[in-house]
């Protein structure tokens, strides 16, 4: 039976349960090593990816993602990510394709021995000491020689102890890492709907989302948000990869199982630096136990990564905002609703919350959520006037029940500032949202683009640049990074360094209408009128967004292209029958074909509806030409 086996510059020696290169040994967690094992001794085998996991995994329900996290590791470790050892099979599984040369007994053996001094066994040492001893000798021997026995014994003793201390102290020392050597810094990737049911799919992105806004309470530490996560939603990513381009020093990977009323959930967390396994734990619970669940896992985060938390910091980690399981699940469907960013989205997650108060007149977070379902609806599908006023309602009912709650906080900030514009009292909403959850990322957004209402471009850049730390791949927020550059007082706009930002992000993401867009209405600031219909036609054909189709106006209307401009708003003007047109477009759309008296009674129906475009009046260039009119 083989001992080892070789393969290219690696063995993976069997005595010793380890991967070896170059004699030094090549760290794996122990499902790694089994993962590798099996493939090895299986070689030039198509190994399906449920063999592999009743191999590793014999006793244990675990779904692909743990089994895919074990071969990204082995890659890594072999330096295989163009698969000339494992080779992946698509939706069928894996085979290794290496030669593979088995090692003997007696071969192994030689090579041990060449490593070291000599090539004697410990074992023919030792018979080979009695051997040589006389029985006479065995049976008396002189008191020097005892006395020198009793010596050699207390010292073996004696360093056996010292060793032993010395192991101890090792081991209790290695998890005593000062507070400096914390990790401060984690992204929660989106855990995998491992059931099987596309319907679940909300409990998974739930959960996920709950770890996040559990741990983006504590000041200590930076998380990335929801946004930037989901971007590697159904990727078989590899965290260490991932948590590099992201910056942070520990990810977190799972999936979750719900059969009936049972829920399993399997969690990993790595350290970026080294790849090591920081923990991992799986969980088999009741559903109705959810919310102790996620306590755990937070909480268990928190422990692995050293953080030191106060009492106040303690206590929001573990807050609870409802009891009822079955309410608890509704909310979590209304923020899966809500993540569409669609009408329909935002109409099924009022009704989901709706539910949940139902279950749960008591449950604030969850009319918070009501609040921000009624804000996605305002302006793009309702009347500000007719959306935002409930919307105010609920946050308030929300506060009143918690006023601790950073949800409830955002929700009023934003209707504070978007529709009352009572300017103080959007102010120290959104820096209360911030004291409770410093890690809102959509918190400091919203902050950065009041900020820019107030004609304040610095204070809002440094806002905007926080919101796009936590939430780097957010398209949307790299996009709002960008406009203090635009809409600012004429003497602090920087529109060429608006447009290298813009290029930058286009050049990555093509499809992007809003950076077009954008653009767009800066060459037309420029006087590049022909390369402002360009970039607005580029943003109408890929985003559809009514407001693209009057910023289209306005550059043909600029380049001199009359017939054009009149067309695109008749197009405007007979999709305004149909849905809502918020006044502030139609008023672009004016503005750039010059017709003030017309563009000008459009903004002032936006000001009776409370149209949320209007808080960027003041700075927005577009309408530079107007501000001389009285009537403006």
């Given at each position: 039976m083989p001992k080892s086996y070789s393969f290219g510059d690696f063995t993976i020696d069997l005595d010793r349960g380890c991967l070896v290169r170059a004699g030094?040994?090549?760290?794996?967690?122990?499902?790694?090593?089994?993962?590798?094992?099996?493939?090895?001794?299986?070689n030039n085998r198509l190994?399906?990816?449920?063999?592999?996991?009743?191999?590793?995994?014999?006793?244990?329900?675990?779904?692909?993602?743990?089994?895919?996290?074990?071969?990204?590791?082995v890659r890594r470790a072999l330096g295989d990510e163009a698969q000339r050892c494992i080779k992946t099979v698509p939706r069928?599984?894996?085979?290794?394709?290496?030669?593979?040369?088995?090692?003997?007994?007696?071969?192994?053996?030689?090579?041990?021995?060449?490593?070291?001094?000599?090539?004697?066994?410990v074992g023919a040492e030792v018979a080979?000491?009695?051997?040589?001893?006389?029985?006479?000798?065995?049976?008396?021997?002189?008191?020097?020689?005892?006395?020198?026995?009793?010596?050699?014994?207390?010292?073996?003793?004696?360093?056996?102890?010292?060793?032993?201390?010395?192991?101890?102290?090792?081991?209790?020392?290695?998890?005593?890492?000062?507070e400096d050597d914390a990790i401060h810094s984690i992204a929660v990737m989106p855990l995998v709907n491992a059931s099987g049911d596309p319907n679940l799919e909300y409990l998974s992105d739930g959960i996920t989302e709950n770890i996040i806004n559990s741990l983006s309470r504590l000041p200590k530490l930076k998380v990335m948000a929801r946004a930037t996560v989901f971007r590697y939603k159904g990727q078989e990513a590899d965290p260490i990869k991932v948590g590099h381009e992201l910056k942070v020093g520990a990810m977190l990977t799972g999936s979750v199982v719900q059969q009936g009323e049972n829920l399993t959930v399997n969690v990993d967390l790595v350290n970026v630096a080294d790849g090591s396994q920081l923990w991992g734990e799986k969980y088999d619970r009741k559903l109705s136990g959810i919310f102790t669940l996620q306590e755990e896992i937070a909480q268990q985060i928190s422990d692995k990564l050293r953080l030191r938390l106060t009492g106040e910091e303690q206590k929001r980690l573990s807050k609870r905002y409802t009891d009822n399981a079955a309410a608890y699940q509704l909310y979590l469907r209304g923020r899966y609703y809500l993540g569409k960013y669609t009408e329909?989205?935002?109409?099924?997650?009022?009704?989901?919350?709706?539910?949940?108060?139902?279950?749960?007149?008591?449950?604030?977070?969850?009319?918070?959520?009501?609040?921000?379902?009624?804000?996605?609806?305002?302006?793009?599908?309702l009347p500000a006037n007719e959306a935002m006023p409930k919307a105010k309602a609920i946050?308030?009912?929300?506060?009143?029940?918690?006023?601790?709650?950073?949800?409830?906080?955002?929700?009023?900030?934003?209707?504070?500032?978007?529709?009352?514009w009572d300017w103080e009292a959007a102010e120290r909403e959104y820096k209360r949202a911030l004291e409770l959850n410093p890690g809102f990322a959509s918190v400091h957004y919203?902050?950065?683009?009041?900020?820019?209402?107030?004609?304040?471009?610095?204070?809002?850049?440094?806002?905007?640049?926080?919101?796009?730390?936590?939430?780097?791949?957010?398209l949307t927020l790299s996009l709002f990074a960008v406009f203090p550059f635009y809409y600012a007082p004429p003497p602090l706009r920087q529109y060429d360094r608006a447009i290298e930002e813009l290029r930058k992000m286009i050049e990555t993401e093509k499809d992007f209408s809003s950076a077009h867009s954008l653009l767009g209405g800066i060459y037309v600031q420029?006087?590049?009128?022909?390369?402002?219909?360009?970039?607005?036609?580029?943003?109408?054909?890929?985003?559809?967004?009514?407001?693209?189709?009057?910023?289209?106006?306005?550059?043909?209307?600029?380049?001199?292209?009359?017939?054009?401009?009149?067309?695109?708003?008749?197009?405007?003007q007979e999709r305004a029958k149909r849905e809502h047109v918020a006044p502030n477009w139609m008023a672009v759309a004016y503005v750039g074909l010059g017709e003030k008296d017309q563009a000008l009674a459009w903004l002032e129906k936006a000001y009776e509806e409370r149209d949320e475009n209007m808080t960027l009046l003041d700075v927005d260039p577009v309408f530079d030409s107007l501000r001389t009119e009285p009537r403006f």
């Open positions: 030094e040994e090549v760290r794996l967690r122990p499902k790694v090593y089994e993962a590798l094992k099996y493939l090895i001794e299986n190994v399906s990816k449920e063999e592999l996991i009743r191999a590793i995994w014999p006793a244990s329900f675990v779904t692909d993602d743990s089994l895919v996290q074990c071969l990204v590791e069928r599984g894996y085979m290794f394709v290496a030669e593979v040369n088995p090692v003997s007994l007696a071969r192994f053996d030689e090579t041990r021995a060449g490593e070291g001094a000599t090539a004697t066994p080979g000491d009695f051997a040589q001893t006389k029985p006479e000798q065995q049976a008396i021997e002189p008191p020097a020689l005892i006395v020198r026995k009793t010596n050699y014994t207390a010292l073996a003793l004696v360093i056996t102890i010292l060793v032993f201390v010395n192991v101890g102290l090792y081991f209790f020392f290695r998890d005593k890492r000062p329909e989205g935002s109409k099924k997650g009022l009704e989901s919350f709706r539910q949940a108060i139902d279950l749960d007149p008591n449950y604030a977070l969850a009319y918070a959520g009501m609040a921000d379902a009624y804000y996605g609806l305002s302006n793009l599908y946050a308030m009912k929300a506060l009143e029940l918690d006023e601790t709650l950073a949800e409830g906080h955002a929700s009023l900030a934003v209707v504070k500032s978007q529709y009352e919203g902050y950065g683009t009041y900020l820019l209402s107030q004609a304040r471009p610095k204070e809002a850049l440094a806002e905007l640049k926080r919101a796009q730390e936590l939430d780097p791949l957010s420029k006087g590049m009128y022909e390369e402002a219909v360009s970039e607005h036609k580029k943003a109408w054909e890929l985003g559809n967004n009514l407001w693209d189709l009057a910023y289209l106006v306005r550059s043909y209307a600029r380049a001199g292209k009359k017939n054009e401009a009149r067309k695109a708003l008749d197009e405007l």
